[in-house]
Nanobody
Framework: VQPQASGGGSAPAGDSLRLSCEVT????????MGWFRQAPGKEREFVAA????????YYTDSVKGRFAISRDNAKNKPYLQMNSLKPEDTADYYC????????????????WGQGTLVTVSS
């Protein structure tokens, strides 16, 4: 099982990017899904999470109102729409799957894949 994030790239401040995550080996409809990021020299941090049904979403304060997490269980993919990007959003972004309820804690997530790099220029 390896979620594979994609959609990263370079963008100027104020622009938008949409990340998606290809998940193979499990059916995400049974899992909470989260997006996390890690900037150079910093610890991995929570960005957003969505419950298995998509009915509830959670965001870190710094992205509220700018980012939107969603999921398409039929396509077995979660997404992260990132608007009004800021230079401080620059990081590697990872998606992860968690049995049970989605939450903000990276150690609680069971499956992680490789990230996708987002670079935002000022």
């Amino acid at each position: 099982v390896q979620p594979q994030a994609s959609g990263g790239g370079s963008a100027p401040a104020g622009d938008s990017l949409r990340l998606s995550c290809e998940v193979t080996g499990l059916t995400i409809s049974n899992y909470g899904m989260g997006w996390f990021r890690q900037a150079p020299g910093k610890e991995r941090e929570f960005v957003a999470a969505v419950t298995w049904s998509g009915g509830s979403t959670y965001y870190t304060d710094s992205v509220k109102g700018r980012f939107a997490i969603s999921r398409d269980n039929a396509k077995n993919k979660p997404y992260l729409q990132m608007n009004s990007l800021k230079p401080e959003d620059t990081a590697d972004y990872y998606c992860a799957a968690k049995t049970g309820l989605a939450n903000r804690s990276p150690p609680d997530y069971d499956y992680w894949g490789q990230g996708t790099l987002v670079t935002v220029s000022s």
